[in-house]
């Protein structure tokens, strides 16, 4: 998962913004009706005898644990050392061995995959990021809440009145595997699987997860108010406000959603006094009818922020943590998360289940990537309190599982999964500490914080080993991630590299760069161009709003591009950087494998394209070191980073891949692969 695409995810373009509409009711689904009335009679009687015969089939449990990220490297290594005794009981029951993932091998991608048992040509998910082959302008791929289509104007008033609803797009195509479950009257439980939102109208339960914005329409946005000189505006994944102490007072705003009511579409913002303890490092904040005390080092417990809008409210919940006091003021605010209790718009089905799972467990995140990797990114939060923060949103996860995992063992027959983020994220931000070769490798970090990852793993053998002591008898357990991980050493600029070799070129070379969305670009004379972790596209003729590639010319210019992609080599060290171009028709079956990248690139262990290039920005450096916390990553070539499948099942198939596992999972229900699905049945 890659928290960090906030930077390329918390998508700032002019044209295309992802917003909320506050208030307004979520979009409806539209649901399947009834039988014709002549011959329904006889309809409705096989209809009930196939369910009767399909439920005594289906009259089994199965349980599946997502953890992002989990690396059958180092599951082998720490099972050897002996960190992972339900791990490794686990697969002497049953089976443990390396997961084909997807091309890319990126989250959102790899998850698609996972849920509807097709490749990205039938998901089509191919990336983080998509782009509008029209205007080249980027949006998320997963999905986006956007604007009523139709509204009216008041100019006296300065108002604009929305007639038409706010809609949740959910972009991944395929039908999931908990959706033909319902068929054969299996009731299913999915909690915060990547890729659904919105998430998909079923018979169940599920909370959508990874791509759930934020209350502002980001994939977490976090504020950051401080007294430091030369401080405030907008940074890569947050907002930094620079504020004034007068007499140990500090009046401040929270910003919250866009207002869209209003014709100058304002930000909404909620009044914030902080006094400071002249004596003590204490700060008390004070906001809307909340009054908190908060000492130097101290999160706060979820706070309400309600912001008004003209004719409706947004709400939301976060929390602060308070940083410093002196010598410099310091407060952090989380991203504020969609509250459960009061969604603008569904997150999960039925749509009262969020509220319900609130009132059972507490208040929980909403937001899609609960860890803000992009505070500790930019240094306003540090490992300690990134950690501290990523152990709370694990142990809301925990509550939610434990609470249907109970309700399971009350059900004749039913599934149940649950996804964990941290293995994804930690391994993000902590990997380097691990590796000598990571250009901020230190032995100093690493004896401070080389533990991390592994005591992670045990953790999450902890809850396999609460998961086999509480299953039934005869329940399936399956455990799988969608990728594993390496270091990411060495950035490359792509766009870069397509302007040095003449595919890509500048409106004014002068500069001898490009800013964000290809703001220097010359379309007119650019054959290529890159966008996203792992896409690069053709500027075709007929499909690209300046398309120049005469489509005969395409495969040529293809292969010349992916040729010289495959011969560059490092200045520094001489290594590889890109070990594999995939090619769509090659890698991909689905029905959607045109809207493709034209060459999907797969870098080498080590590397990875830049957070320039996933934005769509061209660089003066061809390649350098990544100095940033963001130390480990996947988004490289496929083939060099599987995730793992462990079960307590023999697992039958020698190379098992995660476009196996939906029609795994039908098959233990008795329910045959579906059109579309290409994997096999593993067990």
């Given at each position: ?277 002249p004596q003590n490092p204490i700060a ?189 008898p005869g329940t399936t357990l399956l ?6 991980f390496t270091t990411y050493s060495r ?193």
């Amino acid at each position: 998962m890659e928290r960090n695409t906030k930077n390329t995810i918390t998508i700032a373009n002019k044209q295309r913004k992802t917003l909320l509409i506050p208030g307004l009711p979520s979009p409806g689904f539209l649901l399947r009706v009834g039988f014709f009335i002549l011959g329904g009679f006889f309809i409705l009687i096989i209809c009930c005898l196939g369910f009767r015969t399909a439920l005594a089939e289906a009259a089994s449990k199965m349980i599946i644990l997502g953890f992002d990220g989990m690396d059958p490297q180092l599951m082998q290594k720490y099972m050897a050392a002996g960190m992972l005794p339900n791990f490794k009981k686990l697969a002497e029951i049953g089976d443990f061995k390396p997961l084909a993932t997807t091309i890319p091998p990126q989250s959102p991608v790899a998850w698609a995959t996972f849920i509807t048992g097709q490749d990205p040509g039938g998901t089509n998910i191919y990336d983080f990021i998509a782009r509008d082959p029209n205007t080249y302008l980027p949006y998320l791929s997963i999905g986006e809440i956007c604007p009523p289509k139709k509204e009216v104007k008041i100019p006296l008033l300065k108002w604009v009145v929305p007639i038409s609803k706010v809609e949740a797009k959910l972009y991944r195509k395929g039908k999931t595997f908990w959706e033909y479950l319902d068929e054969v009257s299996v009731p299913s439980t999915i909690l915060q699987v990547p890729s659904n939102f919105p998430p998909v109208q079923h018979r169940g339960k599920s909370l959508s997860g990874m791509g759930t914005p934020d209350i502002i329409g980001t994939y977490g946005t976090f504020q950051f108010f401080t007294s430091k000189a030369g401080e405030g505006g907008a940074e890569q994944g947050g907002r930094v406000y620079k504020v004034e102490v007068k007499n140990n007072i500090i009046e401040t705003e929270i910003q919250g959603p866009v207002n869209t009511f209003k014709e100058d579409r304002p930000i909404s913002k909620i009044p914030l006094t902080i006094k400071l303890d002249p004596q003590n490092p204490i700060a008390r904040l004070k906001f809307a009818d909340q009054d908190l005390i908060l000492k130097q080092g101290e999160w706060s417990k979820w706070l309400p922020f309600t912001f008004k809008m003209s004719f409706s409210k947004a709400c939301g919940i976060g929390r602060f943590y308070l940083k410093e006091v002196r010598p410099e003021f310091q407060l952090y605010l989380s991203p504020i998360n969609v509250d459960p209790r009061q969604p603008p718009f569904a997150i999960s089905c039925p749509p009262e289940y969020s509220k319900e799972l609130a009132e059972q467990i507490g208040l929980f995140h909403t937001v899609g990537i609960p860890e803000d990797t992009w505070a500790l990114n930019e240094g306003r939060l540090n490992e300690e309190e990134f950690l501290a923060q990523s152990e709370v949103s694990q142990k809301e996860r925990l509550r939610m599982y434990r609470l249907e995992l109970a309700n399971l063992k009350k059900q004749k027959t039913g599934l149940l999964f649950c996804y964990f983020s941290a293995t994804d994220t930690i391994q993000h931000m902590f990997t380097g500490y691990m590796d000598p070769e990571f250009p901020g490798y230190s032995q100093e970090k690493n004896k401070k914080y080389g533990h991390i990852i592994p005591d992670l793993y045990q953790k999450m053998d902890q809850i396999v080993g609460e998961t086999l002591k509480q299953m039934d008898p005869g329940t399936t357990l399956l455990i799988l991630s969608d990728h594993g991980f390496t270091t990411y050493s060495r950035y490359f600029n792509l766009n870069t590299w397509l302007h040095q070799h003449g595919y890509l070129a500048f409106i004014d070379e002068y500069r001898r760069e490009s800013g964000e969305f290809f703001e220097n670009v010359d379309w007119k004379r650019t054959r290529a161009y890159a966008l996203g972790l792992n896409a690069l596209y053709i500027n075709l003729k007929g499909r690209e709003g300046q398309g120049i590639v005469d489509p005969s010319q395409k495969a040529a210019l293809v292969e010349e591009i992916r040729q010289g992609l495959l011969s560059f080599r490092d200045p520094k060290n001489g290594r590889q950087v890109i070990s594999y171009v995939d090619l769509p028709d090659k890698a991909y079956k689905g029905k959607y494998r045109q809207n493709a990248p034209d060459l999907i690139i797969g870098y080498s262990r080590g590397y990875r394209a830049s957070w320039w290039t996933a934005l769509g920005q061209a660089p003066q450096d061809l390649i350098g070191d990544n100095i940033t916390k963001w130390s480990g990553d996947h988004c490289i070539a496929g083939q060099l980073v599987p995730g793992i499948v462990l079960a307590n099942k023999k697992i039958k198939v020698k190379d098992p891949a995660i476009i196996d596992l939906a029609p795994t999972i039908l098959n233990e229900f008795k329910v045959g692969k579906k059109p579309g699905m290409s994997g096999r049945v593993i067990f």
